[in-house]
């Protein structure tokens, strides 16, 4: 895990839904609330991952969290599809066209904020603004066009941080930063 000195997010991408999932799902079960966890990904990667089984997508909060911020979907369960569609009808949730993007979580309302003058350095501009050093930014954007899925948090305790490491590392995330 490499450690960043000017930000306490922890931040993870992962190149599928299943991966994402699981991942999402510990954040939840240790606690976090859907409003604590950043969801970023490109409006193609959520194409790929949520839109071909819309009843799978109904049933998982990243499903449901990746349709609302195209806006579909509905605020139902627990899981990382049912948020992604859900949050943008009530503010948490973002789709970003002329960027491509959803993004769900609290820096979706850093980034409407911003509002559009925020958004002209794309999403290196956007994820520097949260907070997220460039270079880290840089990584997490090349990722995002290829179709990974971007979550983050912040930690609530160095304990929290250390297991979510290594949990994180168990569902195969990538670029594990804190």
């Given at each position: 895990m490499e450690r960043a000195s000017n930000t306490n997010m922890m931040t993870a991408m992962f190149r599928d839904r299943d991966s994402a999932e699981r991942a999402y799902e510990e954040l939840r079960a240790r606690g976090y609330d859907k409003d604590d966890i950043n969801v970023v990904l490109s409006d193609e990667g959520r194409?790929?991952?949520?839109?071909?089984?819309?009843?799978?997508?109904?049933?998982?909060?990243?499903g449901n969290k990746s349709l609302e911020g195209a806006g579909a979907g509905s605020a139902i369960g627990g899981t990382l599809g049912a948020i992604v569609g859900a949050v943008a009808a009530i503010g948490t949730s973002v789709a970003i066209p002329g960027l491509g993007l959803v993004v769900a979580g609290p820096l979706a309302a850093a980034l409407a904020g911003a509002g559009a003058g925020g958004l002209t350095g794309g999403l290196i501009g956007a994820l520097v603004g949260a907070g997220i050093p460039e270079e880290r930014a840089k990584v997490y954007e090349e990722g995002v066009k290829e179709g990974n899925i971007v979550l983050g948090f912040k930690p609530r305790t160095s304990e929290d941080a250390r297991y979510f490491e290594e949990h994180f590392q168990k569902h195969r995330g990538e670029h594990i930063y804190y």
């Open positions: 194409k790929r991952h949520f839109s071909g089984d819309l009843d799978r997508d109904g049933d998982t909060e990243l």
